[in-house]
């Protein structure tokens, strides 16, 4: 069974936009609505994988702060929650 942790993640990604940039050879990833989620790699799916991560770090230094996550109840001092998302997230494609 899937965290609500890890759906939510889900959920994010496929709102998700990627582009290539020929003048810089890199794929960009950012999801609106999320300052800062932003990665850029070689490939688009390296590009994927460091949006994930950086969505994690984004979600769990909210709960560390005390911001809710809708439907997601997730101790803020849960440890090594992110690890074990962006494994997930990597191996299923929404």
Do not use: C
């Amino acid at each position: 069974m899937e965290s609500s942790f890890v759906q939510y993640i889900q959920k994010l990604l496929r709102r998700a936009h990627y582009e290539y940039d020929p003048s810089v050879k890199n794929w960009a990833g950012w999801i609106e609505g999320y300052p800062g989620v932003y990665a850029q790699a070689e490939t688009v799916e390296e590009a994927r994988a460091d949006l994930i991560s950086t969505l994690e770090d984004f979600l769990i230094l909210d709960l560390q702060g005390g911001k809710r996550i809708p439907g997601v109840s997730v101790s803020p001092r849960a440890v090594g929650l992110g690890r074990r998302a962006s494994r997930y997230a990597a191996t299923h494609k929404p």
